[in-house]
């Protein structure tokens, strides 16, 4: 099969009119999709084995917008904050170091720069050099402090007023680790609590949906995802809240 443009879609074109039984496989390297029929045209997701008739995201010929990324220079207070990307996809950027300095126009003190039409990167974050975290990896808008995270700890400068905090601090604790590689957790502090999770891509398909009873006030996800960026979505009784996590 041949790429799509830069997309993580392949494509072949059989002439048939009829059914065609399919199978995918990874040039028989132990990787392969059970025995699949189709009369026309359709796009294949082997992450969740189901068939789309339109493209369901990373679409070929689309051009991603950018991904913004944030540092918190609360927690480190670094004269100059400087950011070093490189392994920049779908479109290639890189950048000697240290990297470009960052900026903080609203004096939040959360530092941020716009990747233009990337998705996805490698970078680190330094003071003008030293001190520097580890190599990073995101999918997506990130804030990194100490860590990803899956938005500003200073809640309140990210225009949530204190009732808000509140109700968040009583129901929903953030999803952790994120990003993750096999799986993510949820901590509600409501004891007995009926939770209803969907997990969508970044085009809003809807990927996984499922129905969690908590009775310690802890849920556990393993979901087959592919690498990168998603929406996990998280309604109970007093709330619904959204969350953007990355797997790894």
Known sequence: ????????????????????????NNKNNGQQSGDLFRTTDGWYDYSNSTWYDQCPGDCPGETPTGITIYYNNNSTNWGLVYLYYWNTTPVSLSTTWPGVAMSDPDGDGWYSYTLAGVECANVIFSNNGSP??????????????????????NLKSAKVN???????????????P????????LMINECD???????????????????????????????????????????????????RIIKE
């Not at 994120?178 to 957790?185: A, S, W």
Request: with cysteine.
């Open 193 to 243: 609590a009926d939770v209803n999770l969907s997990i969508l891509d970044m085009k809003g398909s809807v990927l996984y949906s499922g129905e969690y009873h908590s009775s310690d006030g802890r849920i556990s996800l393993a979901p087959s995802l592919k690498k990168g960026a998603y929406i996990l979505n998280v309604r109970t009784k007093e709330a619904f809240y959204t969350y």
């Open 132 to 153: 520097q975290t580890a190599n990073l990896y995101v999918c997506g808008d990130g804030w990194y402090d100490n860590g990803w995270v899956s938005a500003p700890s």
């Open 178 to 185: 994120n990003p993750f590689k096999d799986k993510i957790e």
């Open 162 to 176: 204190e009732n808000q905090m509140v109700e968040i601090e009583k129901t929903i604790l953030f999803p952790y």
């Open 1 to 24: 099969m041949s790429q799509e443009s830069t997309s993580s879609w392949y494509k072949y074109t059989i002439d048939e009119s009829v059914e065609v039984g399919i199978v995918f």
